[in-house]
């Protein structure tokens, strides 16, 4: 009568392999593939699973690993970059995924562990206690001060501010952008153009309150000219420039 031996029970077929790998010391890259596969057949051939679709992914791997072994045995083939193709590369890839798999499990079951013994507790402070203030004793808060060493002090933090101003710089004044658009100064010389019909450049630039706004109206009469809305002239060199309504003519 043989002696019953219990066998290890694998999670699948990778997990069966993974265990035969590291049992037998090997190269995970360089997997005896004969060794690997007579081992894998003995442990199935011990297996007692009534469940046929778990013996179904350990037979099914077993028809890989004896397809891998005549593969093995037959010359090497050879890729398109001229490199001989490896008939275990596809398992060894398989092991690797489902190895870092099983081993991100037991650390999720660890931190899982870790978590369960960790107790949170409400808080149940007193009212009272949370609104306690300690008092304050002002005689002893304040000590030997004085009014003239306040005094004192509060000049000393004056003088620290002063020597924080630049002399210099904290005389500019600010300079403050004025916003004026092409599309407002545009609306505005069309009206004057309407009322004036005819004008010198200079009238118009008079009525300008800054350098900016004088920038954009010569803009806009450069705009003007363009679209032929009016006609610029000029008697002389350095005369003034005249400015003549095109609209209606």
């Known amino acids: 009568m043989g002696i019953p031996v219990k066998l290890q029970v694998f999670e699948g077929p990778l997990d069966l392999l993974l265990h035969l790998i590291d ?22 051939r011990a297996m007692e699973e009534s469940d046929m679709n778990i013996m179904s992914e350990f037979l099914l791997m077993a ?23 490896d008939p ?38 007193p009212e009272e206690v949370l609104n306690y203030v300690q008092p304050v004793d002002l005689d002893k808060l304040l000590g030997d001060l004085t009014l003239s060493k306040l005094n004192a002090i509060f000049r ?3 003088k620290k501010q002063e020597d924080k101003i630049d002399p210099v710089r904290s005389r500019f004044g600010k300079i403050e952008k004025e916003e004026v658009t092409m599309t407002e100064k545009m609306s505005f010389v069309q009206q004057y153009i309407k009322n004036h019909k005819c004008f010198s450049f200079r009238s118009l630039l008079e009525t300008q309150h800054s350098k900016v706004h ?5 803009l806009v009469i450069l705009e003007l000219m363009k679209t032929g809305v009016i006609r610029v002239s000029q008697e002389a060199a350095f ?11």
């Open 156 to 158: 000393d933090v004056l």
């Open 214 to 218: 004088i920038i954009v109206s010569f």
């Open 23 to 44: 049992k037998n010391k090997i190269d995970i890259y360089d997997i005896p593939i004969v060794e690997i596969t007579n081992q894998y057949m003995d442990y199935i």
């Open 239 to 249: 005369d003034d420039i005249k400015i003549e309504s095109q609209i209606g003519s």
């Open 88 to 125: 275990r590369q596809e398992l060894v890839e398989q092991l690797l995924q489902y190895k870092v798999y099983k081993y991100m499990s037991y650390e999720l079951k660890e931190r899982q562990s870790d978590g369960e013994q960790a107790l949170y507790k409400t808080a149940t402070i």
């Open 63 to 85: 028809a890989t690993l004896l397809d891998i072994k005549c593969k093995m045995l037959l010359p090497a083939e050879v890729a398109e970059d001229g490199e001989e193709e």
